[in-house]
């Protein structure tokens, strides 16, 4: 997986079919280190943006239409502002952003945009989180409007859950558009404060993709974030998270089934963000590389969010030397796991678990190391 997307090349592009000058803006994708599946119980977790991005360049077109190419995929689209409804497709997510955008009052104008990303689709990196970013500072700054960035963040969310259909939590927008240049964010879904945590020196997170794809995820998505809610409400708490690590004993006395291994997961893992945030701060990658790997258990078991392939290609990289530690990542059911690994082992730690997954599944994953980087913005040409 190389990086395609230079914001230079796509400004000239823009130019070169547009005919004028555009504003440039950028929104990586994300990792999460830990802390998955309890952004929507209002728990923590430990994103970080990456140095994979959607580039979205724009220019007000002086109509009610937004015409928008999709350099990458060979794909253009035209959107009446005044008739904004879902299609299903990939202009769902800015004509989406315009529709939430435009609610509260925000002038949203006609503009040409012209789009390309190479953060890698259905990969479990938050690809369209990005495209919802970049969309949306897009369409504020022809619009004349400033946001900071969890604003930002929760437009794009609302576009995800409003007008997609899809009832995420808000980690992915909030990471890309607030990720800071070299630290993770300890991010408070409930009450959105968060604390930058740097990434240790020695340490890379390494993503191998299973190459996994399910349809029907959105469905399975809502169907945990459901048997949340149902333990909540048993609980009496407005939301899971609200949950003490201390009292989870004796609230899995009043669960049962699935409300109640989705009720460990979710407390256990706001647990090992904690626990994970005071690793990195030592520097003790061990210990974080062990948490990761507890979390993949745990996301298998009782949130069972995983897939067989995945947890083959979790095991071999936990196993594989160098490796402190691997999971899962993002909403589950296939896409990259991540896997902590240190400096100096990472490209052979790389090609070595790629050589024993490429062999049982017949073909070679794509596979990266990421670096963290700052969140969304304006890129200055
Ligand atoms: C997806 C969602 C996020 C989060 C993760 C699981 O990426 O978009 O909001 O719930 O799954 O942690």
Request: charge should be negative; include cysteine.
């Amino acid at each position: 997986m190389q990086r395609s997307v230079q914001p230079r090349l796509i400004a000239n592009r823009f130019r070169d079919s547009f005919g004028r000058q555009a504003r440039v803006f950028q929104a990586p994708g994300r990792i999460n280190i830990i802390g998955e599946h309890t952004d929507y119980s209002g728990g923590l977790v430990m994103p970080a943006a990456i140095d994979r991005s959607c580039v979205v360049a724009i220019a007000p077109n002086g109509s009610r239409r937004l015409e928008v190419v999709a350099g990458d995929l060979d794909r253009s689209a035209t959107l009446d502002l005044d008739n904004l409804t879902p299609t299903g497709t990939w202009t769902d997510y800015v004509a989406g952003v315009a529709s939430v955008l435009m609610a509260p009052g925000i002038p949203v104008v006609g503009a040409d945009l012209w789009i390309e990303s190479d953060v890698p689709i259905g990969a479990g990196v938050s690809s369209s989180a990005a495209l919802e970013v970049a969309s949306t500072l897009a369409l504020l700054a022809v619009a004349g409007v400033s946001a900071d960035g969890p604003q930002v963040a929760r437009w794009a969310q609302a576009a995800e859950n409003g007008f997609v259909g899809m009832p995420c939590g808000i980690m992915d927008q909030f990471a890309s558009a607030n990720g800071v240049d070299g630290s993770a964010i300890m991010l408070d879904c409930r009450s959105l404060a968060f604390e930058p945590v740097a990434i240790p020196a020695g340490a890379s997170f390494l993503l191998v993709d299973s190459m996994v794809r399910h349809t029907l995820v959105d469905g399975e998505y809502r169907a945990r974030r459901e048997d949340c809610e149902a333990a909540a409400r048993t609980l009496g708490l407005a939301l899971l998270g609200d949950l003490d690590e201390a009292d989870l004993p004796a609230a899995l006395e009043q669960l049962t089934g699935n409300p109640a291994k989705r009720c460990r997961h979710v407390v256990s893992d706001i647990g090992r963000v904690r626990k994970a945030a005071a690793a990195m701060k030592t520097g003790d990658l061990e210990a974080l590389g062990q948490l990761m790997s507890l979390s993949h258990a745990s996301l298998r078991d009782d949130m069972q969010v995983s897939d067989p392939q995945v947890d083959i290609l979790a095991e071999i990289a936990q196993r594989t030397p160098g490796v402190l530690g691997a999971r899962m990542m993002g909403g589950g059911f296939g896409g990259c796991i991540i896997a902590l690994v240190s400096n100096e082992n990472a490209a052979a730690a790389q090609l070595a678990i790629q050589a024993e997954y490429g062999d049982i599944i017949g073909k070679q994953p794509d596979a990266f190391v990421c670096r963290a980087v700052a969140g969304a913005g304006e890129v200055s040409l």
